[in-house]
């Protein structure tokens, strides 16, 4: 029985790195992000959701922030739903990796939001899933298949290999369609934030946009929503996008946090919006 405690609590310390990767400062352990820049002009007027131009050598852009307008100050909230790939007997036993009243508090206020899916979340919630994607309140973009690295030594994480990293992205969206999901935005979001030239290169077939962040919510295990709500409400900028969890399991304080942050932000002249604005803003200034 030791053992299988102990296994237990590695499983328990390594969701915890995971989760808290998602929202530690960004960039930290990754190659210098390519700069924002424009893109190639989008393919006609269809409503394709606006991607940035490959950065050097072909490598995968990356997004952190919009130049942001003091005038007009615009704010993308991202709710990361996180699930590894090896943590379906847990989800088995009861615990619980969505946030039903998260999504019901986000269409309440009506609130434009953007959730990087894992894969595996999808299939554990194929219905939860679909009804995100199919609200045009929200975009539903991809937090890879397996929520394992992308690069050595990401928080503890497992490390894909590189031949493998491409197949993940694919395969969560993939797990996307089959629940439901007909239009997922062509946006990346590297577990743990981390990412390394290889990594950008890896990825650069597919044509995403990796997504990174320039306020860090803290919400990750955290029990108390006022303090993730100071948390954000003091980093916040024109142009932030903000990082945050929609999993009960691991970042139970979001949802109420939520209920300051909103009013409050609005109250500042702040418009809530998704990430594909963020990125059109980038692109139309870059
Ligand atoms: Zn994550």
């Given amino acids: 029985m030791i053992t299988r405690t102990r296994s237990w609590t590695a499983l328990l310390v390594l969701a915890a790195a995971a989760l808290t990767a998602c929202g530690t400062a960004p960039g930290t352990p990754a190659a210098a992000p390519a700069p924002d ?96 994607g199919r609200d045009p309140l929200f975009e539903v973009a991809n937090h890879s298949y397996s929520h394992y690295a992308f690069t050595a030594d990401c928080y503890g994480l497992p490390t894909l290999p590189r031949e493998r990293m491409r197949a993940d992205v694919e395969r969560a969206f993939a797990a996307f369609r089959r629940a439901g999901v007909t239009r997922a935005v062509p946006y990346f979001r590297f577990p743990g934030g981390c990412y390394d030239r290889a990594a950008l290169r890896a990825l650069a077939p597919g044509g995403v946009t990796a997504v990174q962040w320039d306020v860090v919510s803290g919400d990750a ?32 304080a979001t949802e109420r946090a ?26 139309s200034q870059g």
């Fill in 37 to 132: 820049r424009t893109a190639a002009p989008a393919a006609g007027r269809s409503a394709a959701p606006p991607t940035l131009a490959p950065g050097p050598q072909g490598l995968t852009p990356v997004f952190s922030k919009a130049p942001g307008r003091r005038d007009a100050p615009t704010v993308a909230l991202t709710f990361d739903a996180d699930m590894t790939a090896d943590q379906g007997p847990r989800a088995t036993a009861g615990e619980r990796f969505d946030n039903p009243a998260l999504v019901a508090t986000l269409r309440r206020l009506k609130v434009p939001a953007t959730f990087f899916m894992t894969g595996r979340w999808a299939e554990e919630y194929p219905a939860q899933a679909r009804d995100i």
């Fill in 221 to 252: 295990f955290a029990t108390d929503p006022d303090a993730v709500a100071r948390q954000v409400l003091r980093a916040v900028r024109p142009g932030s996008v903000v990082v945050m969890h929609c999993t009960r399991s691991a970042a139970p």
């Fill in 258 to 283: 939520l209920r300051r942050i909103v009013p409050e932000l609005r109250e500042r002249g702040f418009r809530l919006v998704r990430v594909s604005e963020q990125i059109g803003a980038a692109r």
